[in-house]
């Protein structure tokens, strides 16, 4: 069974960057053709994508994000991160990771981390 | 951007009511459409992919429908256990995006 989970610090001062990790465990990210993404969701809000890596290490980024982000894999450890660079209050919110998925040529995301929140704030 | 609006935005139905929740899409996505369950504090949960396939392990009571730029996700006898907030996501753009959320309340 497939498990996702979020690591980070939970507050980042304003203007620093934003780091997560987030531990695959029940699957190599370096095998099968799979999407590793992240979503954000404001408290009480919707849900954001923020963009994906691909098992081969191509990305595809939210472009209202992608001067600001980087999404990359470590395989060595299992793991893939997400970095955003000068963050302000705006980019508060509960972070997930999550697996996306493709079949027959149509993507979903169908295992989620349990989330992590991250406040902005000095 | 593709803009996906969901319509309720809320519901109050009662256990055992059939309830369906649209999502429409500002142009045409194919069947480039999934459907999430996110109860409070939790992780959105996949249901339906492509429109109208069933995620393993999720109950019959859901299904989806649609093509182009009209969804549908209905719950055949809503149960307890469905109080929730509903997403739909497109992916036949790069950009991926969610429509606002539909929350199904007591």
């Known amino acids: 069974q497939v498990q996702l989970q979020e690591s980070g610090p939970g507050l980042v001062k304003p203007s620093q960057t934003l780091s997560l990790t987030c531990t695959v465990s029940g699957a190599s990210i370096s095998s099968g053709s799979y999407y590793w993404s992240w979503i954000r969701q404001p408290a009480g809000k919707g849900l954001e994508w923020i963009g994906h890596v691909y098992t081969l290490g191509s990305t595809n980024y939210n472009p209202s994000l992608e001067s600001r982000v980087t999404i990359s894999l470590d395989t060595s450890k299992n793991q893939f991160s997400l970095r955003l660079n000068s963050v302000t209050a705006a980019d508060t919110a509960v972070y997930y990771c999550a697996r996306g998925r493709v079949q027959y040529y149509f993507y979903s995301l169908d295992v989620w981390g349990q989330g992590t929140t991250v406040t902005v704030s000095s | 951007d593709i803009q996906m609006t969901q319509s309720p935005s809320s519901l109050s139905p009662s256990v055992g009511d059939r309830v369906t929740i649209t999502c429409r899409a500002s142009?045409?996505?194919?069947?480039?459409l999934n459907w999430y369950q996110q109860k409070p504090g939790k992780a959105p949960k996949l249901l339906i992919y492509a429109a109208s396939n069933l995620q393993s392990g999720v109950p019959s009571r859901f299904s989806g429908s649609g093509s182009g730029t009209d969804f549908t996700l209905t719950i055949s006898s809503l149960q307890p256990e469905d109080f929730a907030t509903y997403y739909c996501q497109q992916t036949y753009s790069t950009l991926w995006t969610f429509g606002q959320g539909a929350k199904v309340e007591f």
């Open positions: 142009q045409s996505i194919s069947n480039y």
